[in-house]
T-cell receptor
Framework: SAVISQKPSRDICQRGTSLTIQCQVD?????MFWYRQQPGQSLTLIATANQGSEATYESGFVIDKFPISRPNLTFSTLTVSNMSPEDSSIYLC????????????FGPGTRLTVL | KNQVEQSPQSLIILEGKNCTLQ??????????LRWYKQDTGRGPVSLTI?????NTKSNGRYTATLDADTKQSSLHITASQLSDSASYICVVSGKSTFGDGTTLTVKP
């Protein structure tokens, strides 16, 4: 299994500012995933972050809005830039389990409210 | 288009009762189907994982079934407890496709 922590757990931000969310995993992983969960909805993949290369973004998400860093195999950050109220969501970090059990582990999430 | 549809959207049951949640999918190619439990304000936690060849998988009071021919899955919860109140999410891979979840409320 993998234990994932995120910081901050929640934040309230002003429109136009940026917030960086940190994700720490207790083991080395190749890929880390960032998801957004808007109120009342399920998870939507924002991007996949590999160590040593640029993140791969899903349709509808761009690097200028959601820059991602992946400095090593246990850590990643997601920045939500120039925030608007529409960015109010839960942001979740996720990793695949090691081995062949097809497991996927999620962090506790960061609840963001933009005023 | 790959889709995962869950029903019902929400469900209220009394403590001790059983319930069944449904998941229909059109995801292709199929790799596995996972059920997650997401408590309010928390990240999803895995309940079961099933590959194409598996028809049923249990985890305590949770039993998932999979019919790969009809592309349907169900999650059966036995003898529900108040702590079962959560959102239950069905995820189908190839590329992980998430259902919108079923919100379950267990009342005393």
């Amino acid at each position: 299994s993998a234990v994932i922590s995120q910081k901050p757990s929640r934040d309230i931000c002003q429109r136009g500012t940026s917030l960086t969310i940190q994700c720490q995993v207790d083991s080395q992983v190749t890929m880390m995933f960032w998801y957004r969960q808007q109120p009342g909805q399920s998870l939507t993949l924002i991007a996949t972050a590999n160590q040593g290369s640029e993140a791969t973004y899903e349709s509808g998400f761009v690097i200028d809005k959601f820059p991602i860093s992946r400095p090593n195999l246990t850590f990643s950050t997601l920045t939500v830039s120039n925030m608007s109220p529409e960015d109010s969501s839960i942001y979740l970090c996720s990793v695949d389990g090691t081995g062949n059990n097809n497991e996927q582990f999620f962090g506790p999430g960061t609840r963001l409210t933009v005023l | 288009k790959n889709q995962v549809e869950q029903s019902p959207q929400s469900l209220i049951i009394l403590e001790g009762k059983n319930c069944t949640l449904q998941c229909n999918y059109t995801v292709s190619p199929f790799s596995n189907l996972r059920w997650y439990k997401q408590d309010t304000g928390r990240g999803p936690v895995s309940l079961t994982i099933m590959t194409f060849s598996e028809n049923t998988k249990s985890n305590g009071r949770y039993t998932a079934t999979l019919d790969a021919d009809t592309k349907q899955s169900s999650l059966h919860i036995t003898a529900s407890q108040l702590s079962d109140s959560a959102s239950y999410i069905c995820v189908v891979s190839g590329k992980s496709t998430f259902g919108d979840g079923t919100t379950l409320t267990v009342k005393p």
